[in-house]
């Protein structure tokens, strides 16, 4: 089933731009701007300088329109880094709406006793219903709350959650009785014991984690937020300090330009993107249908050591198909494939359906159409695990090896050296072998196997190339899974695995340091999927699941786990990325400034002032307004995120020091030499 990924809203689409604007101002509150130490900084002397400008313009001391202007400069500032987090909130706000249609006050019928499930049912709205009560839900009717299936089977279209129009098959028991509210029964029955009080419910819990109401600064964000404050800090105390040296050396430095100096040399640049892009993380996940109960999980998935993998519907498809027919001495290729699909007509298993299609595709061989008189038919069933057909004188029978074998009345050690070593070779090589029989006489053997997924080698690939290493979790014995994961590519394997022995191998990979990810969808798994650093946990999956993890497919498809961790990894990079250009771009305004600043006083700096901008007020201006700009210029990149690509630390830093660096240091002296020009043409300072 291919997942379905919702389209993205535009970057400059016009209902986000514009409620993005109203948002910028609105988050002037100093209350909110607390959080932000570089920005709420930057308010604060942006009110200054306005005070300057206030008192400028009635002493009349023929400056006011110099401060007006950097005041004014200030606070685009502010309001364009208000601006992108407004933007990365309001793509969230979109999905969130888009979420919030599916939950609607649905009519229930709720059992009057819920312990007796045949009684009398009540209507009632789905607000009404609580924790605990049970619901019937028929074909054509829409589950009105989350809950869990304790009676019956239902095909359920749950594209008005995931957007995937292909039903799925949801039943009592099991990993698939989880059902969700706002999805609609499209066939047969189902009676669900509802899991969710109101307010409560998954798509509640979703729309509040999509609006970002509940996201959280992350560790990464907390140190990244400390590093700001310092050199903040920093920046401040050197400001400060050149007052007294200039009226020493006899500069004439104002009240507002120190403070423009101040905003131009801090860390604003990231500072002001910083949340943009943690929101962004997340709305990037919910793009992929993948809902992350905090930005905590995303970052670190980008940081992930090690991925543990179910083999059966990740690495595999999950069905074993019959791959090829190994006749013994004397019979033909095609004469046992002739038999296997004569005795695998009544065989409905998808494995039997495989060797159908694997006998009518590549040998083009077409179903016999017996006289039913004079047929019998031998159905596949659980307890046989045989099938066959009784016709023109002939039992055709297919089956598991040992199954065969009793029918046959004859043992293994019995039976022809050339059948014995195609069987052992198909289970040395990890697949399962079947025997097909005509009457006493044994054919050959039909190799049944596990398909690994086309490209899943090529992913692994690049996991590894990122430093992660992957481990298939399987229940197999230790020779199938050593077989399977050498043809898929991964680092490891965990054999016969049981969930103790998940949440011991996590235990033991986090005490080294690593940080371990993985998914699941059933109860068994919900201990692994707590104690991983990054949990996904299937829609599809039982509630125990959903709870533990801190990431919910929508999709329910395990392979999704790759690109959560690309997600994460590219999260991480663009905040690399742009800290990296913000402090190169400071370092190269305080070398572009301070030279214009005092060149008079010290003729000697004439050495360094390269850009020869028009005077001290030009520099200070044309840095303030590019300041401004430059925050507006990187919201696109801070919400579509730099270019993933998987390489080494040591690349990376290499690609970040080179382009962004080198770019944070080159740009700030055209940019603002370029605008010097545009303020002597027009005589603005």
């Known amino acids: 089933m291919s997942s379905h990924k919702p389209q993205p809203q535009s970057l400059f689409d016009a209902r986000i731009i514009g409620a993005a604007a109203v948002d910028a101002v609105r988050k002037l509150d100093p209350r909110a701007l607390a959080k932000n130490p570089v920005i709420f900084v930057t308010e604060v002397v942006s009110a200054v300088v306005t005070l300057l400008f206030i008192r400028d313009l009635v002493t009349h001391n023929g400056v006011a329109a110099f401060s007006g202007q950097i005041a004014a400069w200030l606070w685009f500032t502010v309001l364009f880094a208000n601006f992108a987090e407004a933007v990365a909130e309001g793509r969230g706000k979109a999905q969130a709406d888009a979420l919030r249609r599916t939950r609607t006050d649905t009519p229930a019928r709720r059992y009057v006793d819920p312990e007796s499930l045949a009684g009398p049912v009540e209507r009632v709205g789905a607000l009404d219903l609580r924790l605990g009560d049970v619901i019937l839900v028929e074909a054509g009717e829409i589950i009105p709350s989350d809950g869990d299936i304790i009676e019956g089977v239902a095909s359920v279209n749950e594209s008005a959650i995931t957007g995937e129009s292909a039903p799925v098959i949801r039943e009592a028991g099991g990993d698939r009785s989880a059902v969700t509210g706002g999805t609609t029964v499209l066939s047969d029955f189902i009676k669900v014991k509802i899991t969710a009080s109101p307010g409560s419910t998954f798509i509640d819990r979703m729309i509040a984690l999509v609006e970002g109401a509940e996201r959280q600064k992350t560790p990464n964000e907390l140190a990244l937020s400390i590093l700001l404050s310092g050199l903040t800090l920093i920046f401040l105390i050197v400001c400060v300090t050149l007052w007294p040296i200039a009226k020493y050396s006899g500069t004439e430095l104002s009240a507002t330009v120190l403070i423009a100096l101040l905003v131009c040399l801090i860390p604003t640049t990231i500072g002001g993107l910083l949340s943009a892009i943690g929101i962004a993380g997340m709305d990037r996940l919910i793009r992929f249908n993948v809902i992350a109960t905090s930005g905590r999980s995303v970052e670190a998935a980008g940081d992930v050591d090690t991925l543990l993998l179910d083999k059966t519907g990740t690495i595999t498809f999950g069905n074993r198909m019959a791959t090829e027919f190994l006749p013994v001495r004397s019979v033909t290729t095609e004469d046992l494939a002739a038999a296997a699909l004569a005795s695998s007509l009544a065989d409905e298993t998808p494995e039997g359906r495989s060797i159908v299609a694997l006998a009518k595709g590549d040998y083009r061989l077409a179903e016999p159409t017996p006289d039913p008189a004079h047929t ?307 005589h603005l300072a």
């Open 376 to 682: 019998n038919i031998i159905p596949f069933t659980a307890q046989t695990r045989i099938s066959g057909v009784d016709i023109a004188g002939r039992s055709l029978r297919k089956g598991a090896i040992d199954s065969i074998l009793r029918y046959l009345k004859t043992t293994l050690d019995k039976t022809p050296l050339e059948f014995r070593h195609e069987v052992e070779r198909v289970a040395l090589s990890g697949g399962t072998p079947l025997a097909v029989c005509d009457g006493g006489r044994l054919l050959g053997v039909v190799h049944l196997k596990d398909v690994v997924k086309p490209r899943i080698k090529e992913r692994f690939a690049a996991l590894r190339a990122m430093g992660i290493r992957t481990v298939m979790v399987t229940g197999d014995n230790p020779t199938t899974a050593a077989a399977i994961a050498s043809e898929a590519g991964v680092d490891d394997f965990l054999a016969e695995a049981t969930p103790e022995d998940k949440l011991v191998f996590i235990r033991k990979e986090q005490s080294g340091g690593r940080l371990i990810a993985m998914c699941g969808d059933g109860t068994n798994d919900a201990p692994a999927l707590a104690q991983a650093d990054v949990g996904v946990a299937m829609q599809t999956g039982t509630q125990a699941a959903r709870e533990a993890g801190n990431m919910v497919d929508l999709d329910s498809n395990p392979t999704k786990l790759i690109e959560i961790v690309e997600i994460g990894k590219q999260l991480l990079m663009t905040r690399g990325s742009l800290t990296t250009f913000s402090i190169a771009n400071d370092v190269a305004k305080y070398f572009a400034i301070l030279p214009a600043m005092f060149v008079t006083t010290y003729p000697a700096l004439a050495a360094i002032n390269v850009m020869r901008l028009a005077s001290s007020q030009s520099a200070i201006l044309s840095a303030v307004i590019f300041n401004a700009l430059i925050i507006i210029a990187l919201i696109p990149l801070a919400l579509k995120g730099v270019a993933y690509r998987p390489i080494g630390a040591a690349a990376l830093l290499r690609r970040n020091l080179l382009i962004y660096g080198l770019g944070g240091l080159i740009l700030p002296f055209i940019g603002i030499k370029a605008i010097d020009l545009v303020v002597a043409v027009l």
